[in-house]
């Protein structure tokens, strides 16, 4: 049998490294290491001297960057971490960059046994920090009616959140629901035949909804967002990938009250989106948007 090698393509580099402004002897956090893509470019155009602060909390990333990344040395500080936890590890420094790529990495996407991907037989899981407890499966299998139609609704844009919700409900009577491929097929049977699209599997945004649940990953996003500028020097940037609609409108409505409030300005008043050779060399990138601001 193969042995597959697990990479993630980093999104939207060269806009990335040009809003971050990476030069010698600066300081940038990569709050979201991944499989350590833009943190290893980041070094690259800051060496000799520059330092990179790296934080990821899923145990396989982590060991992917930390590799990546040994090469740079002591310029390079990571930690196995909850990116919300930002400002404790900084105490009173600050920095010349913040970097925020959300979403998945094809590390975790590719592995069935992460139980993110519909692609594949693998357990429910879909936890990014494996120090938790909560799984997709303690949701699936023991939130009560209301709470799945509302977590489908709210987390997966679903306008079929309530027959969703009622199948589950149905099907876990018989037998609890543990496999991503049992979610699948309840999703599809849930969904009339006439509204499944041929682009996008139907069970796209109920496994993104429970995985949001799961990870809680909008209220992280709005923890960081809240404090994430203070720990910039004046005239340092945050830059912000997000992958779906809900990441980006919390970060284009805090970016905006934050301009508002006089304390950031906004570099991108559209969301950049890669380039169509990017889109077709990592489709992946596809619905990738890039906001930037500075501190005032
Ligand atoms: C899209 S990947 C980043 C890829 C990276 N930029 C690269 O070039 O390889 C996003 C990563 O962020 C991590 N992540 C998401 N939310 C996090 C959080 N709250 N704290 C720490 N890491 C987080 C995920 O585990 C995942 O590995």
């Known amino acids: 049998m193969g042995f597959k090698i697990l990479k993630h393509i980093p999104v939207m580099m060269e806009e990335v490294m040009n809003f971050l402004r990476c030069e010698p002897g600066r300081?940038?956090?990569?709050?979201?290491?991944?499989?350590g893509g833009h943190a290893s470019?980041?070094?690259?155009?800051?060496?000799?001297?520059?330092?990179?602060?790296?934080?990821?909390?899923?145990?396989d990333a982590l060991l992917v960057a930390s590799n990546r990344l040994k090469?740079?040395?002591?310029?390079?500080?990571?930690?196995?971490?909850?990116f919300i936890s930002l400002p404790i590890l900084l105490k009173?420094?600050?920095v010349d960059g913040i970097l925020l790529d959300l979403g998945l990495s094809s590390i975790q996407i590719e592995k069935e046994a992460?139980?993110?991907s519909f692609k594949g037989e693998g357990p429910l899981d879909m936890r990014m920090d494996q120090r938790t407890n909560l799984t997709a499966a303690d949701l699936v299998n023991h939130l009560s009616l209301k709470e799945l139609e509302f977590i489908l609704f709210q987390f997966g844009e679903g306008r079929w959140a309530r027959r969703i919700a009622n199948a589950i409900v149905h099907e876990?009577?018989?037998d609890p629901i543990e496999t991503t491929q049992r979610l699948k097929k309840i999703v599809h049977a849930a969904i009339p035949r006439r509204f499944h699209s041929r682009r996008i599997d139907p069970a796209t945004q109920t496994f993104q909804a429970?995985?949001?649940?799961?990870?809680?990953?909008?209220?992280?996003?709005?923890?960081?967002l809240e404090t994430g500028w203070t720990l910039l020097k004046k005239g340092g940037r945050m830059c912000i990938l997000s992958f779906h609609s809900l990441e980006d409108r919390l970060v284009k409505e805090t970016f905006r009250k934050l301009e508002k409030e006089g304390k950031m300005h906004i570099l991108t008043k559209k969301p950049l989106t890669p380039s169509e050779e990017e889109r077709r060399r990592n489709p992946r990138s596809r619905s990738a948007k890039l906001r930037c601001a500075e501190r005032v």
């Open 27 to 35: 300081t940038y956090v990569d709050a979201t290491l991944g499989g």
């Open 41 to 59: 470019e980041i070094l690259r155009r800051t060496a000799p001297d520059g330092v990179l602060i790296g934080m990821e909390w899923d145990e």
């Open 71 to 82: 090469p740079f040395g002591e310029r390079v500080k990571i930690f196995h971490e909850n």
């Open 92 to 94: 009173n420094e600050s």
């Open 114 to 116: 992460r139980g993110f």
């Open 172 to 174: 876990r009577e018989r």
């Open 210 to 224: 429970f995985r949001i649940r799961v990870n809680d990953e909008l209220e992280n996003l709005r923890k960081i």
